[in-house]
């Protein structure tokens, strides 16, 4: 009986912690597309805070309103989209030097424990090493488990991966707003 009361008590502590303690704040990151359409990216803050702080800073300050989705890759099966190249604004989409921009921030590889399945949106890197995030993202069309572990997730997309599934290398984003819930 004893051991029950003090189970009960801890219980009931626990529960009155949790309801003082602050909810952590939910971020959706939202892609508006010129074709029309909007995506919306749940974000993990609490698997890749880094890669997420570094996204939606960019994303506050407008760094990415008019760039361009400048990789499509659906063949021969669907692979995925990737954005953040401020140089696709006025780059010829098929120029090699596109998706070779840094900033120098270099945002270290964070395992989220997300995987990468269809919709999960990950940090993109420069060549082969992991800690080389900066500007640029993807999102997945499908799943592809040989990159878990290679590159960070930081969310997935929640609604719109029909705008996703129909990008053409060249699709404009119109703006990119984080939205607190």
Known sequence: MRNLLLLSSVILVTSANS?????????????????G????????????PKAVERITSLAKSGF???QKFFK????????LVQFGDPNSRNKSMDDPDLGKYKTGVQVPFEDSGLKHVRGAVGLARLGENKNSGDT?????LDSAPFLD????????????MNVVDGIKPGDTVVSVKVVSE
């Open 64 to 66: 990415y309103d008019g």
């Open 149 to 160: 572990g290679q590159y960070t997730v930081f969310g997935n997309v929640s609604s719109g």
């Open 72 to 79: 499509v890759v659906k063949s021969p099966k669907p692979f």
């Open 136 to 140: 640029q993202f993807y999102i997945m």
């Open 19 to 35: 309801a003082l303690m602050p909810r952590a704040e939910s971020l959706t990151l939202q892609i508006k597309m010129e074709s």
């Open 37 to 48: 359409g909007t995506i919306a990216i749940k974000l993990n803050s609490t698997g890749a």
